[in-house]
């Protein structure tokens, strides 16, 4: 835990107390802070004073008396409209914090030269996170991973200056946290997103490049438009800027020829790395996550070969693009995080023959625009309530059959790739869709998929799986 005791003795409100809000209110009260905790949710509140947290209803509150109020960053702050706590936070002049700003202010108080790399981005920032870590940790240092993903981050071990601290961080977070200052901060790209909770795509561009303009450096993927302004912008008021990208040969910067990856400096080109062979990292947007992890691990002192044995030995993430297991000519993916169609269209970009699971609870706009990527589909299994539906968009541009369950679509996917003539086929769960009406969550659908194919006959298990 990282206790934060740059609130000791202070008068702090928090509100939200879910997992990550339980941790941050452990970590304010053992910093000696003096903590009113509240949730919307009578079972929250419940729960958090039996783990010993001090609850009190802050519609009550004495406001001005707070220091501060932390908030979860699942609370609306602005759109579509500010939480009534927020409202009253205002009222009464209380700053209004997240935990990711807690732990910028505990750094740069108690281990300031602590290497600290924050990723964020519309899409990638959990590969991206996940990849920076393991490269770290395979190197042997001291790493800690947490955020928006896996743990959350007032959870992870005390601020140390040889502790390495690698944070996701998502657009809500970065609200929060108005100090945040890594040591290199990295920017992926920029689509809509989240508008519901920004308001525009102006102001949720705006929350992100906060990340990068308080770093010391910023690592921006200059693919689309948005990130591309941000860069030059950046640059133009001194900052030092990387640029990425996974498609343009920069003059300066990093980008990927296929599967090299290449460092430009004044239109001097070499290979730093690559990607061959290294199956979790298949794919050009996978290419920018490898850049953007390369450039963040050379900030923080590694070398090329720490980072290159860390590329090859990274296992990926479960649920995206995760490999499974092989069964002779045969590739299991799992990728059931892509719960919509853009989220699948990278799996389907990275490989040329695919035995495609596919359905769910359809999101708006169904499969459309997926239909450049038809063609490599060697045949569908369409599941869930979008069955119907997406056999009517597939209609005569790729075989397809309606399985209704998940398991009887693997059961026959498996059948029919094992008879493919093909150099490798790819049996792969990319269900363009929610799993609302079968599963609980893409996690479980995730699961359910990797336990089914590692029950087939004569599997041979991918990355530690059993």
């Not at 936070?89 to 910028?104: M, N, Q, T």
């Not at 792969?428 to 969550?441: E, G, K, V, Y």
Request: with cysteine.
């Amino acid at each position: 835990m990282i206790k934060v005791s740059t609130f000791s003795g202070r008068s702090v409100g928090l509100f939200g107390l879910g997992g990550s809000g339980i941790a941050t209110a452990r970590a304010l009260v053992e910093g000696g802070a003096i903590v009113t905790a509240w949730d919307d949710n009578p079972d929250s509140v419940e729960r958090a004073r039996g783990e010993g947290i001090p609850v009190s209803d802050l519609a009550q509150a004495d406001w001005s008396a707070f220091s501060t109020f932390v908030l979860s960053p699942g609370v609306p702050l602005t759109h579509p409209k500010p939480h009534w706590t927020v409202d009253l936070a205002r009222g009464a002049g209380v700053e209004i914090i997240g935990d990711i700003e807690l732990f910028a202010r505990e750094r740069a108080a108690m281990a300031p030269d602590a290497p600290f790399i924050a990723v964020t981005g519309t899409n990638g920032k959990s590969t991206t996170t996940a990849l920076i870590a393991h490269i770290l940790a395979a190197s042997g240092r001291d790493t800690q991973m947490g955020g928006n993903i896996g743990r959350a981050i007032m959870t992870l071990d005390p601020l140390a200056a040889d502790r390495f601290y690698v944070v996701e961080c998502s657009s809500y977070q970065i609200e929060l946290a108005p100090s945040i200052n890594p040591t290199a901060g990295i920017l992926l790209n920029l689509t809509p997103d989240h508008l519901d909770r920004h308001g525009t795509m102006q102001r949720y561009a705006e929350v992100k490049e906060r990340l990068v303009a308080g770093s010391e450096t910023a690592i921006i993927g200059v693919d689309d438009a948005s990130c591309a302004q941000i860069a030059e912008r950046l640059e133009r008021c001194g900052k030092e800027v990387i640029r990425i990208s996974k498609r343009l040969p920069l003059t300066d910067g990093y980008y990927a020829d296929g599967t090299d990856l290449m460092e430009a400096v004044h239109g001097q080109y070499s290979r730093i790395g690559f990607l061959e062979g290294v199956g979790s990292l298949r794919g050009q947007h996978n290419a920018q996550n490898a850049l953007a992890a390369v450039a963040a691990c050379l900030k923080v002192g590694l070398d090329l070969g720490e980072i290159q044995s860390g590329l090859e030995s990274f296992p990926g993430l479960a649920h995206r693009m995760e490999q499974v297991g092989r069964r002779g000519k045969v590739l299991f993916i799992n990728d059931s995080k892509a719960t919509n169609a853009d989220a699948a269209a990278p799996a389907l970009s990275s490989f040329q023959r695919i035995y495609w699971i596919a359905g769910g609870l359809a999101k708006e706009g169904g499969i459309e625009t997926l239909r450049s990527y038809f063609p490599r589909i060697a045949k569908a299994y369409l599941i869930g309530e979008a069955a119907p539906a997406f056999s009517a968009t597939l209609g005569g541009s790729a075989p397809y059959e309606i399985s209704g369950t998940l398991a009887a679509a693997l059961s026959h996917a498996a059948a029919d790739a094992a008879q493919d003539d093909g150099q490798e086929a790819v049996v792969m769960l990319s269900p363009a869709c929610a799993s609302f009406d079968q599963f609980r969550n893409f996690e479980v659908r995730g699961d359910a998929f990797r336990e089914a194919v590692l029950a087939l006959d004569g599997i041979e298990p991918i990355g530690g799986q059993r």
